[in-house]
């Protein structure tokens, strides 16, 4: 069975630019949950998502969005990006909204210029 | 406010030794406990996770913890270290109800001398 994917693996973007990130969960959990790792840091969450309605957020700003689609894949968008963004995105999934076992994704590695 | 803390940055040790990483948390209520490793370039693999029960829980690779209420602490273990177990350890906490969120710790590294 696939794990979590995530594309792209790695991105280049430049400040004020906007960028896109995917994730795919594994078959049959409808809920993903966004986290960002900064260099040298622990992953920081960001969203949870579950039958398509954010379920929960972090401290960031509204630059960050998400959204989950039908098949339970989902998006995190960040708008007018700033050098403090460039980190490693990680998504997880789980099988249910409530607290089951995370698991998670490559991740993808953005940097910006 | 939830926090988690990892006090070693940076620990090194040698194969065949032992190996014990140490977490502590602040959190409202009883939380849920993970430790995960990350290997460079890696997403993160989930070793152990305590929900209740016994306070000693098994997990993969050979590590183990225990969970000390009175100490709020959940220190991971293992009685010989591997070369391959050199990674980035994260312990992390998180809500028993509600949105699915952890929050992790700054994470050690681990350097394994042969």
């Known amino acids: 069975d696939a794990g979590v994917t995530q594309s792209p693996t790695h991105l280049i973007k430049t400040r004020g630019q906007h960028v896109t990130l995917r994730c795919s969960p594994i078959?049959?959990?409808?809920?993903v949950s966004w986290y960002q790792q900064v260099l040298g840091q622990g992953p920081q969450f960001i969203f949870q998502y579950y039958e398509k309605e954010e379920r929960g957020r972090g401290n960031f700003p509204d630059r960050f969005s998400a959204r989950q689609f039908p098949n339970y894949s989902s998006e995190l968008n960040v708008n007018a990006l700033l050098l403090g963004d460039s980190a490693l995105y990680l998504c997880a999934s789980t099988l249910l909204s409530s607290y089951n076992e995370q698991f998670f994704g490559p991740g993808t590695r953005l940097t910006v210029l | 406010a939830q926090s988690v803390t990892q006090p070693d940055i940076h620990i090194t040790v040698s194969e065949g030794a032992s190996l014990e990483l140490r977490c502590n948390y602040s959190?409202?209520?009883?939380?849920?406990l993970f430790w995960y490793v990350q290997s460079p370039g890696q997403g993160l693999q989930l070793l152990l996770k305590y929900f209740s029960g016994d306070t000693l829980v098994q997990g993969i690779k050979g590590f183990e913890a225990e969970f000390k209420r009175s100490q709020s602490s959940f220190n991971l273990r293992k009685p010989s270290v591997h070369w391959s177990d050199a990674a980035e350890y994260f312990c992390a906490v998180g809500p028993q109800t509600g949105a699915n969120n952890l929050f992790f710790g700054t994470g050690t590294r681990l350097t394994v001398i042969p």
């Open positions: 078959s049959g959990h409808k809920s």
């Open positions: 959190y409202g209520a009883t939380p849920y």
